[in-house]
């Protein structure tokens, strides 16, 4: 089990920005994938940004051009910048790392509010 620390959400006001951060450095894997999903109550989880070991990412057209994913590969730790937030991108937000032969692991979230 990979133990997956978050940080960073909040309560911010629309146009604001927040970054997050997601630290496994605590686990001896290697993760090749990285990121972070988004869930609304009572909906399914939604991907937001993803970062492969080499650096290649992928984003929800949504957070495009306002949000950037970055990790650090020695620190194992990922974090998400998050600017010109908007009240849709309120949400839990997760963390997510995959390692080299396939295991999946989730933080516990944290909570992002983006509301005047």
């Known amino acids: 089990q990979v133990r997956l620390v978050e940080s960073g959400g909040g309560l911010v006001q629309p146009g604001g920005s927040l970054r997050l951060s997601c630290d496994a450095s605590g686990s001896s894997f290697s993760f090749n994938l990285m990121g972070w999903h988004r869930q609304y109550p009572g909906y399914k989880r939604d991907l937001v940004a993803t970062m492969t070991r080499g650096g290649e990412t992928n984003y929800a057209d949504s957070v495009k051009g306002r949000f950037t994913i970055s990790r650090d590969n020695g620190k194992n730790t990922v974090y998400l910048q998050m600017n010109d937030l908007k009240p849709e991108d309120t949400g839990v937000y997760l963390c997510?790392?995959?390692?080299?032969?396939?295991?999946?692991?989730w933080g516990q979230g944290t909570q992002v509010t983006v509301s005047s």
């Open positions: 997510y790392v995959r390692t080299d032969w396939g295991m999946p692991s």
